[in-house]
């Protein structure tokens, strides 16, 4: 298994740009989450899905921010327009039921968002 | 809401014994999980209590109790690779939303 796998890897952007931030779950795994790490906040949940569905968004910061999942194989954080405020480690992770509460969720290596 | 609270930072001696306190307080408590997250890399899973008392794994142990809203990481025969930060984390305010300890860092010395 490949594990969730993010793309980019880091991405550098102008404030002002749109970025898309890009996960493939775990296959089978039926819950998708994206969180935001920083040294001030943490790891903050930003917004889950269960079978592509998203269930809680309350996380998300502001109208900038929008996610999206297609298909059970990917999803889609994108921030319009970006601002330096935004720069920070972003996290995908997946997980399958209520499994979760015994093998916790996967995360995948995340992309390091910097805005300038 | 919810609010964890952990050490900051932990230093400890390599072969030592070093326990990692989590304090919690929320609504609707499910259980206590711990993660491992070395420097550049992403969170990892270690252990999960939903029940009081500790559960071992490997050189790894945690306890949790509800009754105190209180948990601890215990990480026995410290390496090197140990030095990492590590979380907890409870679920709550939703059967899947995970809320996250601002974390410890720990440093194992020679």
């Known amino acids: 298994d490949a594990g969730v796998i993010q793309s980019p890897r880091h991405e550098v952007t102008e404030m002002g740009q749109e970025v898309t931030l890009r996960c493939k779950p775990i296959s089978g795994h039926d819950y998708l989450f994206w969180y935001r790490q920083t040294m001030m906040r943490g790891l903050e949940l930003l917004i889950y899905f269960n079978n592509n569905v998203p269930i809680d968004d309350s996380g998300m910061p502001e109208d900038r921010f929008s996610a999206k999942m297609p298909n059970a194989s990917f999803s889609t954080l994108k921030i319009q327009p970006s601002e330096p405020r935004d720069s920070a480690v972003y996290f995908c992770?997946?997980?399958?039921?209520?499994?979760?509460?015994?093998?916790?969720?996967?995360f995948g290596s995340g992309t390091r968002l910097t805005v300038v | 809401g919810q609010s964890l609270e952990q050490p900051s930072e932990v230093t400890a001696v390599e072969g030592a014994i070093v326990q990692i306190n989590c304090t919690y307080q929320t609504s609707g408590f499910y259980g206590l999980s711990w993660y491992q997250q070395h420097d550049g890399g992403a969170p990892t899973f270690l252990s999960y209590?939903?029940?009081?008392g500790l559960e071992e794994t490997g050189r790894f142990s945690s306890f949790l109790s509800r009754s105190d809203s209180y948990g601890y990481l215990l990480l026995q025969e410290l390496q090197m690779k140990d030095s990492a930060s590590y979380f907890c984390a409870v679920r709550s305010g939703g059967y899947q939303k995970v809320t996250f300890g601002t974390g410890t860092k720990l440093q194992v010395i020679p």
């Open positions: 992770a997946s997980s399958l039921g209520q499994l979760h509460l015994i093998y916790g969720y996967t």
């Open positions: 209590n939903a029940l009081d």
